[in-house]
């Protein structure tokens, strides 16, 4: 039961998103459940360090996609390699042992890119999305009103789901600004799963995600060129199908259809065993009566061979073959079988989008985009076509565009290439456009705060070095004035012809020996300031201090008269100088085979400079930062 503060909260949150308080959205804040997912604010944030080599990896029913480019800048991309792996249905990927296979199979695909971000795609089955519009609040009330607004409609466990959102933009509604947002709830352990079976594998993921957000990821890309401001994605899969619509390239509704290939194969599967009026035997003169009744009795069909009849009739070619024949099969009948269930994925599609044209401002949806094993077809995609009312196309993520380019030859197969279009998403996906279900929004805040952090450090060492320099002119300027008072006076005592004796000459080295002890005593002064000035310029970009300590004693004592053992005073000895020391402790980022190579160099250029000795490391050790591992260490220097 919740606490009765947590209820106060809650109504004063309600009360809140009533009156529609439009204050400016700036970076969204923590959320308040226990345990919830990410945050993704209007303004998206990506991972730092981001990788030139991402591979997108699609597990279907029966086989693994895999794509893999090369981010040449943030908007070009270059396309190496693609593959389809098939795997054994004996072991599917719900299998603890599927690591097994997924190791040998990334390993030759990574080739020697095995550092590479690899983005995966979960089910979507089971990741409830939800687009509604909330009044437009204070940032820090953001996230708690999207959590709140999605718990009304959809209430869910946050122990067991992973909830996360992305505001889409502002709007403007009924005399009022609001914000468009999108978001979903993803099983936890099917995350977890996901993730811990490609670290066993040796290929840590970067991110998972799911088909719809691929797709997005594809328009955002401009993969796929939408001119129109709706378009749909139908994704025709085995068991399920799904249709996603995107406004300006972001995904606003997300259903799952139960019929697919699957349930166009059963319906052949029917006809062919129990319509035997509809099939028309073949009888001539020479017909091998023993022959006709073999075929009478392979009307038993399984799955599979309904699958042989549909994709060898409807697909690209069209072999026929004699059992085909004998039972009067052709394209026109194949589709005719297959018509009724395809039929009622169309009537879904159809219900889908007008629905989201009735709560969507009449939106028109202006291009449905088709990928599948089907899409090959031309009847089927006519059908839809015509069904729907509306333009379909086959989507191809292999197409060349000026900012992308395939170095490798393209499939031949249109069925082929719409089938690469998740993992091409995911080969193309980023935190700043896709979704992340392992970048949660404590990992985004930290990063963001870290950012923060950075920033104030940076500006902190460049108000530090202003002031170094501002004082450096105004030593200058100093020393030109006492030079010109010098000046004078030697030109005034000229005047005056006076004559050398030894008190005028230990006077005046009285007076260059007060001057020594006041410039040793500016210098001692300001010794930190060149302590921190040497090691900031001499740290490479790859390696962030953590703590700078400095321990800096005195000036040495001068010299003590030493006693002998009769306690008479005998030559004397110089006291010992207090040890100058600088420790350094903090992290080396890069490739993980060369952060001990880099801690070295580093170290290195630390010596060679003429205010340390030697250094020496005192501790060091592997550790994360967000997904990436870097080597903490802790050095200690002798100041010369």
């Not at 509604?132 to 067991?160: G, S």
């Not at 995107?246 to 166009?264: D, Q």
């Not at 320099?469 to 005056?496: C, M, N, P, T």
Request: charged residues 30%; contains cysteine; proline residues 5%.
């Amino acid at each position: 039961m919740a606490k009765q503060d947590e209820i106060s909260s809650t109504e004063r949150l309600l009360e809140l998103i009533r009156t529609e308080d439009q204050i400016k959205l700036e970076d969204a804040e923590e959320l308040s459940p226990k345990r919830s997912g990410r945050l993704k604010s209007k303004v998206r944030t990506s991972i730092s360090f981001k990788k030139n080599i991402a591979v997108g990896v699609d597990i279907g029913y029966d086989d693994l996609k895999l794509v893999k480019v090369r981010r040449v800048s943030d908007r070009n991309y270059e396309m190496l390699e693609y593959a389809r792996v098939p795997f054994d249905l004996k072991i599917p990927r719900e299998n603890p042992d599927f690591h097994q296979f997924l190791r040998p199979t990334l390993a030759e695909f990574c080739g020697p890119h095995r550092n590479a971000d690899i983005w995966c795609t979960i089910s979507s089955a089971r990741v409830e999305t939800r687009h509604f519009r909330i009044p437009k609040v204070a940032a820090r009330q953001v996230p708690n009103a999207i959590y709140w607004t999605y718990q009304r409609e959809a209430a869910f466990d946050e122990d067991e789901k992973v909830f996360d959102f992305e505001v889409l933009g502002e709007v403007q509604e009924e005399q009022s600004v609001k914000l468009d947002v999108l978001a979903y709830t993803v099983p936890l352990d099917e995350v977890t799963a996901l993730k811990q079976m490609f670290a066993k594998a040796g290929f840590p993921l970067s991110g998972i995600s799911i088909v719809p957000f691929a797709f997005q990821t594809l328009l955002r890309t401009r993969r796929v060129e939408a001119s129109d401001q709706f378009v749909a994605s139908l994704y025709i899969g085995r068991d399920w199908s799904r249709i996603d619509i995107f406004s300006g390239g972001n995904l606003t509704l997300s259903r799952g259809i139960k019929a697919g290939v699957r349930t166009m194969m059963e319906a052949l599967k029917k006809e062919i065993e129990s319509n035997s009026k509809g099939l028309s035997l073949v009888k001539s003169p020479n017909e091998d009566v023993g022959r006709m009744r073999a075929v009478k009795q392979k009307r038993k069909l399984d799955l599979e061979a309904a699958q042989g009849y549909f994709f060898g009739y409807i697909h690209e070619s069209t072999p026929v073959d004699s059992e085909g024949k004998d039972l009067g099969i052709n394209e026109n009948r194949v589709f005719q079988m297959i018509q009724p269930a395809l039929e009622r994925l169309v009537r879904q599609v159809e219900r889908t989008i007008r629905h989201y044209a009735l709560n969507y401002e009449n939106a028109r949806i202006g291009k449905i985009y088709i990928s599948s094993g089907v899409t090959p077809h031309q009847r089927i995609l006519s059908y839809i076509e015509e069904e729907l009312g509306m333009p379909t196309e086959v989507l191809n993520p292999f197409q060349a565009s000026s900012n992308f380019l395939p170095v490798v030859p393209v499939p031949d197969s249109m069925s082929e290439q719409s089938s690469f279009a998740p993992a091409m998403g995911m080969a193309l996906a980023d935190n700043s456009r896709t979704p992340n279900f392992l970048f949660t929004y404590k990992d985004k805040r930290k990063t963001v705060r870290n950012q923060r952090i950075n920033r104030m450090v940076f500006a902190s060492f460049l108000l530090l070095m202003a002031g170094c320099v501002g004082l450096s002119f105004w030593q200058e300027k100093i020393i030109r004035d006492k030079e010109a008072k010098k000046q004078q006076l030697v030109q005034h005592l000229e005047q005056y012809n006076l004559r050398v004796d030894k008190n005028l000459i230990l006077k005046l080295v009285e007076q260059i020996r007060e001057k020594n002890r006041s410039d040793q005593a500016i210098g001692n002064k300001y010794l930190n300031l060149a302590v921190i000035s040497e090691v900031v310029d001499l740290t490479p970009p790859n390696v962030r201090l953590l703590d700078i300590t400095t321990r800096l004693g005195p000036l040495p004592a001068k010299e003590q008269p030493e006693k002998d053992k009769k306690g008479k005073k005998g030559k004397k000895k110089p006291a010992e100088a207090p040890s100058r020391v600088l420790i350094l402790e903090g992290i080396v980022q890069g490739d993980r085979l060369m952060l001990e190579s880099a801690l070295t160099a580093y170290l290195l250029e630390l010596k060679n400079s003429r205010l340390f000795d030697q250094p020496n490391i005192s501790s060091k050790s592997f550790e994360f930062s967000g997904n990436n591992e870097v080597l903490r260490f802790k050095a200690q220097l002798n100041l010369i």
